[in-house]
């Protein structure tokens, strides 16, 4: 009995640092959100300009490497089986394509 009681308390324990943690990193971040929501523009220009200098000044063959991920994963993904679920899970539904299945 004493081994179930101790795994609750641990239990216990490390969901009270979580939810510790949790309102830290809520409390933490509160500020950058609230900037997020009052320039959104600002931080789509900022974003796209850094973007821009990072593919200027990283060298060619860093972007190549790159690159070749991220197209090979995608080719990987259109190879699965579970393309047809990932696909209808991101399209947008409209009212009328509801109706017409009824």
Request: hydrophobic fraction near 45%; glycine fraction near 8%.
């Amino acid at each position: 009995m004493t081994s179930a009681r101790s795994a609750a308390e641990r239990v216990r324990t490390a969901q009270t640092e979580l939810d510790m943690a949790h309102l830290t990193l809520v409390r933490d971040t509160t500020p950058i959100r609230a900037s997020f929501r009052r320039h959104p523009i600002a931080w789509i220009v900022t974003g796209g300009l850094l973007g821009g200098f990072a593919l200027s000044w990283l060298p060619t063959r860093l972007w190549t490497k790159i690159d070749a991920t991220i197209a090979g994963g995608g080719a990987l993904l259109a190879r699965s089986l579970l393309t047809p679920l990932i696909v209808g899970a991101l399209s947008p539904r409209t009212d009328s394509s509801i109706k017409k299945q009824v």
